[in-house]
C-alpha cells in the first residue's frame, strides 16, 4: 500500500510504503517536549519505506536539539512537522507525522506513550537505525553545518 502526504501548503511531500494495513499499524506519543507541543502521532516501521520530497527546498528547515542525532522537519510557510530524520553513512531512516498523511484517520491504534530519556548517544542512534523506517530523501537540500 502507498499511502501520500504532504505539509499543509505541499512544499515538503511525503509517500509511505508499507504491506500492512492501517489500524494494525503500532503508534507512538514520544513523551519528549517537541513532540508533546505538536502533539505528534509517530509512525516507525523498519519493514516500511519512506519517501520525503523536498518539492521546495526553500522551505525545509532543520531543527535539531537534545543529543542533536536528529533532525526535525518542517515546513517554514505553513509550519507544518513533517518528520525526524537520522542520516549516517550514506543512509537515512525516519520518523513519520503520521498526521502529514491524506488517509491519517485509517491509522485508528492509540499512540502508545514512550519515553527515551535515559538513552545515551550510541543507544538512541542504533535504535533509530533498528526502529525506524529505511528513507529516500528527494530534493533535499544539504545540511547546513552547525
Ligand atoms: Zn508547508
Redo the contacts with the bound molecule.
Keep these: 500500500m502507498l499511502f501520500k502526504g504532504?505539509?499543509?501548503?505541499?512544499?515538503?511531500r511525503v509517500e509511505l510504503s508499507t504491506d500492512r494495513q492501517p489500524s494494525d499499524q503500532v503508534l507512538g506519543a514520544c513523551q519528549c517536549s517537541f513532540c508533546r507541543k505538536h502533539n505528534a502521532r509517530a509512525f516507525s516501521d523498519p519493514k516500511a519505506h519512506v519517501t520525503l520530497t523536498a518539492a521546495?527546498p526553500q522551505?525545509l528547515q532543520r531543527y535539531a536539539f537534545g543529543l542533536k542525532t536528529s533532525d526535525q522537519i518542517i515546513?517554514?510557510?505553513?509550519?507544518?512537522y513533517?518528520a525526524m530524520t537520522l542520516a549516517d553513512d550514506g543512509r537515512v531512516w525516519s520518523v513519520l507525522n503520521i498526521d502529514t498523511l491524506d488517509e491519517r484517520a485509517l491509522f485508528t491504534r492509540t499512540p502508545e506513550a514512550r519515553t527515551y530519556d535515559s538513552e545515551d548517544r550510541e543507544g538512541r542512534i542504533a535504535r533509530r537505525k533498528a526502529r525506524w523506517c529505511p528513507t529516500t530523501l528527494v530534493g533535499w537540500p544539504a545540511p547546513t553545518s552547525r
Design positions: 504532504q505539509c499543509h501548503c505541499g512544499a515538503i521546495d522551505q515546513c517554514r510557510q505553513c509550519g507544518v513533517v
